[in-house]
């Protein structure tokens, strides 16, 4: 055994953190027969840094001292961090003992969900995927792409910022989707479907979502039954109004039409809009307004009406909106060209305004009254109405002539 045996027994540290001080420790001990003098204990960092010196070190036979030490580990931008913990044990100039620690930490941003969801339009879809930096030290910039499950065609390319450690994210985007992007099919209740099946990819990570339409076997079976549905060309003055659900021709065996009796008592809406919205516009009230002399084309999307989903568990039922859920084959287009004779008078203003709950665009409102100081076009059941009117005058008047005889005879 030496006469002097001074050795660096141990070094440790915590898991460096970027931007954090984490600790460390570094042991010594003599193992030799003889005192070990004037011994000097230097700890560096990667950079050369020096975090502990410590100097004129005695250490007897069989004896050991332990320091402490701190260390930072530098920010970095690009994703990655080196770093290296050397303790040095030196006697004179001559260095008897070392130890290192090193280690190298990489960070990514992590997707952690995934969603594509509509709400407002058939046309378009709302992505939203969150990520997470879980790792200690800043994590890039990282792209994550969206492509359709069917084609893996990407449909759009989403940037996650740069994260600090433990910081999360979330990224929207609303992207442009078509009904040939959805994948048909049928669920287990023999119901009509569509998915539409879009993945978050970055790396190698992948995350899926679905947008799934479906159409109840009930509303198909009616839908299916319409052999043609179209509406005619209009005629009307600036200011008149056309009452445009009793314009549309449906022709079905399960639809029956009398007086009494439209497609709307059959489950069935239109939505409309015109090309031109300042030659004629369509009130919440489904009324063709015509406001200036010219024509427009006039479009109508014939579809089931708002229907109610229930749940098996019988949980209370709910409104479903067609145009969000149900398969792209529950939508027959029709339309008519319009034309708009100058009128006495052009209406001012938004004629919209004029009538509480009408306005322009397609709304499906369910007040058919002409707007005030405004014709109407007679058609079905106004007509009726006149009839009746004029009914009920000739009975006031022959009342009212009976009585007067009858006062004659007295």
Not at 63 to 89: C, H, M, R, V
Not at 120 to 129: G, L, N, P
Not at 204 to 214: A, G, N, P, V
Not at 244 to 253: E, F, G, K, R
Request: aromatic fraction near 6%.
């Amino acid at each position: 055994m030496p006469e002097a045996d001074p050795q660096i027994t141990d070094l440790t540290m915590d898991n460096p953190e970027e931007g954090e001080t984490v600790r460390g420790s570094v042991d010594i001990a003599n193992s030799g027969f003889d005192a070990a003098e004037g011994l000097t204990l230097r700890v560096k960092d990667e950079s050369g840094n020096v975090l502990l010196e410590e100097k004129d070190i005695t250490l007897g036979s069989g004896e050991n001292s332990g320091y402490g030490f701190e260390y930072t580990l530098p920010e970095t931008k690009d994703g990655s961090a080196q770093w290296n913990i050397t303790a040095e044990l030196l006697q004179g100039e001559n260095a008897v003992s070392e130890k290192t620690l090193s280690g190298t930490i990489t960070a990514q941003a992590v997707l952690d969900t995934f969603s594509v969801t509509q709400s407002t339009s058939r046309d378009q879809a709302e992505i939203r995927v969150t990520a997470v930096n879980s790792f200690m030290i800043n994590s890039p910039a990282r792209t994550v792409k969206i492509v359709s499950g069917a084609d893996q065609n990407t449909l759009v390319e989403l940037e996650i910022p740069e994260l600090a450690p433990g910081e999360r994210t979330e990224v929207t985007k609303t992207i442009d989707i078509s009904d040939d992007m959805f994948v048909k099919g049928e669920d287990a209740y023999g119901n009509k479907t569509e998915t539409l099946a879009l993945q978050a990819v970055t790396g190698d990570t992948t995350l899926e979502s679905q947008i799934i339409r479906t159409t109840p076997a009930d509303i198909w079976e009616r839908f299916k039954s319409i052999e043609s549905a179209s509406i005619e060309d209009i005629s009307i003055k600036s200011g008149e109004v056309a009452i445009l659900d009793d314009l549309v021709d449906i022709q079905s065996d399960q639809f029956k039409y009398d007086e009494y009796t439209t497609f709307k008592n059959y489950g069935m809406t239109v939505q409309w809009y015109t090309d031109d919205p300042e030659t004629a516009e369509v009130t919440s009230d489904n009324l063709l307004l015509g406001l200036k002399e010219g024509t427009t084309v006039l479009h109508g999307i014939v579809m089931p009406a708002t229907y109610q989903t229930e749940f098996s568990d019988g949980a209370d039922s709910y409104d479903r909106v067609p145009g969000l859920t149900l398969t792209s084959d529950m939508f027959r287009e029709i339309e008519a060209k319009v034309t708009i004779a100058k009128g006495k008078t052009e209406p001012e203003g938004d004629p919209g305004s004029q009538k509480p709950g009408t306005g322009t665009g397609s709304g499906t409102g369910s007040d058919d009254s002409p707007l005030p100081d405004q014709d109407i076009i007679q058609t079905g059941d106004t007509t009726q109405i006149a009839v009746w009117v004029i009914l009920l005058i000739l009975s006031s008047g022959c009342v009212a002539a009976e009585e007067i005889i009858r006062r004659k005879k007295r």
